[in-house]
């Protein structure tokens, strides 16, 4: 399984993204996918997770302004970000979650300036 992220970029604070990451390869499986964020000098953290069945579960810091969805169709999940804050910069990372295996995406760089 791979995945391929995209949509980072810079942005305003107070504005918007759209990220997507699109999983391909014979191995896939039925997953949970899910957003991770990783600012300069701190940990990974987990920003919002989607199940198969579109179940969605959020950091505290980023409810009411992310939105993920996903399209199963496509093996494609999103994170919709409005709100955007300086504090949101940060290198993103997809992950798919299956049986027998958890798979991270090449990242994407979010930078909330003015």
């Known amino acids: 399984v791979q995945l391929q992220a995209s949509g980072g970029g810079l942005v305003q604070p107070g504005g918007s993204l759209r990220l997507s990451c699109a999983a391909s390869?014979?191995?896939?499986?039925?997953?949970?996918m899910a957003w991770y964020r990783q600012a300069p000098g701190k940990q990974r953290e987990l920003v919002a997770i989607i199940a198969l069945s579109g179940r969605a579960t959020y950091a505290d810091s980023v409810k009411g302004r992310f939105t993920i969805s996903r399209d199963n169709a496509k093996n494609t999940v999103y994170l919709q970000m409005n709100s955007l804050q300086p504090e949101d910069t940060a290198v993103y990372y997809c992950?798919?979650?299956?049986?027998?295996?958890?798979?991270w995406g090449q990242g994407t760089l979010v930078t909330v300036s003015s």
């Open positions: 390869g014979s191995s896939l499986r039925p997953n949970a």
């Open positions: 992950n798919l979650a299956q049986v027998g295996s958890s798979v």
